[in-house]
Nanobody
């Protein structure tokens, strides 16, 4: 049974950068695809990114390519999400997601982080 613990959320200014981190314990982290999902207020959860266990394949939602970067450290059991040039529309609760098989679904995941809100103010 894996446990995903997130950190790095909060309130930030538009134009700044932010890095979210997710540390995994209790599971075979290096065998799992890892990624991020998000849910803005009043909307459905949406896919952000997924990285294969080796980081050889990383997929992003089309609308987020360019400013969002996902990278993982299998030695530290950590996956990170860096967001550059933050905009207010990025405001959402961000969730770390872990799947044994490759997954770009917004809602399907074997394990979830607790979710942490990122608020971008202008």
């Amino acid at each position: 049974q894996a446990h995903l613990e997130e950190s790095g959320g909060g309130s930030v200014q538009a134009g700044d950068s932010l890095t979210r981190s997710c540390v995994v314990s209790g599971g075979m982290f290096s065998r799992y695809a890892m990624g991020w999902r998000r849910q803005a207020s009043g909307t459905e959860r949406e896919f952000v990114s997924t990285s294969s266990w080796s980081s050889a394949s990383i997929t992003y939602a089309d609308s987020l390519k360019g400013r969002f970067t996902t990278y993982r450290d299998n030695d530290q059991n950590t996956v990170n999400l860096q967001i550059n040039k933050l905009r207010p529309e990025v405001t959402a609760v961000y969730y770390c997601a872990s799947t044994l098989l490759w997954c770009d679904s917004a809602t399907a995941s074997d394990y979830w982080g607790q979710g942490t809100k990122v608020t971008v103010t202008s």
